[in-house]
């Protein structure tokens, strides 16, 4: 069996500095960066289908600036055999699409029975890529998935609104988009990694049109809903104002 | 300037047992672009065998097509879904398609973007007209940040976040009716077994006048027991937590705050160490007044609360706790 998981690099930045001329976050050179944390789920399905099975082989790529090879390596230490980096810019915008795009350029003739990725990632939020490439492949998909197994049947549970699960059965190939609670993902043993460090990570380019169906026009800190009251003062002093505040509304 | 009249699509699932809630927010969305640029709406609903399409529905000046799915299809398959809808899509050729940010939304769109060539967008929570274009925004970042996107192709395929379209619309004027039962069937790879629904006894979150929310900022499992200590000084109150809390398995299932969780009303929402992704703010913005405690100042949750805090919460907490114990 083969399976593919796509992964994307996440910059380690709580606060960012908006580059406003070029519609974007700036990442300050020297930022380090950790893997999207629903594509270490899916990495973690991956292994764990691999742990219970002969002949599996996990291939995992990232489309990104060739900057991404640790998390690739870390990937490897998880479990997976095979890291491919497409390459493309830094600090140019590409939409899902156009990711979704190069993944299928690079997953087309290598024939994979399963296609894992995280349900979105952290950074921008589209929940889209995975089901892009699925329409890419002409493979059907799932999105949302919070469990899986494969001792007879594939059959897995997708997460729906309000706590409700659908069981299903599905026939391979299929891409699944993996959603956090499916699995705790493992930790690299040191050894793992040392072992995943030696191994080589293959960069592909492909002829690289750009091809966004949208652009960004502008970005800016998330509007407010509501007017927040800030306390100010000391510790104490904002409990006591807390304090005030509840009680005032009767709930103490 | 002069905008022709723009064709909007809504494309929607009728939830069995469920409120419309859902698709309400997509005639609300509708409702904020018709307020900026002339338009003429149709929305495709979809249901299961046996659904009946409720009358308060038709009320809205939109035209309905009811799609009830026959036996053996199920919205888990998006390819039948997709052979559905795309021959309607490509009769009605809409400048913008708008479905959920949903589980069946997030299933479709993309799908339906790709297949028919459109822009595709998603978790938009709010729409601006520029020069006659559809400006689309939406969160970034666990929602700490915003982007304003145009589209690049003639067709835009959105999903809508839950909670940002709420106004509540009137028309009572109602659109045209077709209710159709398609006959179409596909080997299909995906086959529905059994759908699972949470155990609807517990109710906890329901009944609480006060909930205090803990998201992944407490750091330590150890430390939900002073969360714990914190929600009993308020009366009628409950513990409750932000996903990757349920996820790592601290706190049960039904104490869930959030879109694949419970959607709360309470009196107060007090969330301590939870950064507010949008789907959080799903389920808890409708509360009637909210207080966040958090120690990073740029934390989404502060874009929806009343009260802010910003503090190491249990710096925090200690410092409350230790105030009614001296008093």
Known sequence: ?252 | MVCQSKKMMIIAEMMQSRSNANILELFACIESIRKQIPISTQAVLLSQNNTNLPDYLTHYNIDITHIELPDHAHTADPEYIIKILMPRVKTFSPDLILSNHSSFGLSIVPLLGFGYGASCITGVKEISISDGNLIYSRLIWNGKYETQVSAEKKTTAITVLTGFFTDNIHYNKKGKLIHLKPTERLEGSIELKDIKKPDKSDCTLDHADVIVAAGRGIGDIENLDRMKKFSKIFQRSSIGGSRPLIDLGWLPYPLQVGVTGKTVRPKIYIACGISGSSQHIAGMSGAEYIIAINIDPQAAIFNVADLCIVEDMFTFIDAVLKIIRDT
Do not use: W
Not at chain 1, 170 to 177: D, G, Y
Not at chain 1, 188 to 202: D, E, F, G, I, M
Not at chain 1, 229 to 245: H, M, N, P, V, Y
């Open chain 1, 1 to 252: 069996m083969k399976i593919l998981v796509c992964i994307k690099q996440i910059p380690e930045l709580n606060v960012f500095n908006i580059n406003h001329s070029q519609k974007r976050l700036n990442i300050p050179i020297g930022t380090k960066f950790r893997m999207n944390r629903f594509d270490e789920h899916a990495i973690e399905a991956a292994v764990a289908i691999k742990e219970q099975t002969t002949d599996c082989q996990i291939d995992v790529v990232s489309v990104a600036p060739p900057s991404v090879e640790s998390i690739l390596k870390r990937a490897m230490g998880m479990g997976a055999d095979n890291a491919f980096i497409v390459s493309i810019e830094p600090e140019t915008y590409y939409s899902p699409a156009h990711i979704a795009g190069q993944l299928a350029k690079f997953a087309q003739e290598r024939c994979y029975d399963l296609i894992f990725t995280g349900i979105m990632s952290e950074d921008e939020m589209n929940a889209q890529t995975g089901q892009m490439l699925a329409a890419h492949l002409h493979m059907p998909s799932v999105t949302g998935v919070v469990a899986m197994d494969m001792t007879n049947k594939l059959s897995i549970e997708r997460e729906r609104e309000g706590g409700i699960r659908e069981k299903l059965i599905a026939k391979m190939p299929i891409l699944l988009t993996i959603q956090a609670g499916i699995n705790c993902p493992r930790y690299p043993s040191l050894s793992a990694l040392l072992r995943a460090k030696k191994k080589k990570v293959q960069i592909i380019e492909y002829e690289n049109q750009l091809d966004n169906d949208q652009s960004i026009i502008q970005i800016s800190p998330a509007q407010k809903m509501r007017k927040g009251l800030i306390l100010s003062g000391s510790t104490s002093e904002k409990a006591r104002q807390f304090i005030d505040i509840v009680t005032r509304k009767g709930v103490i």
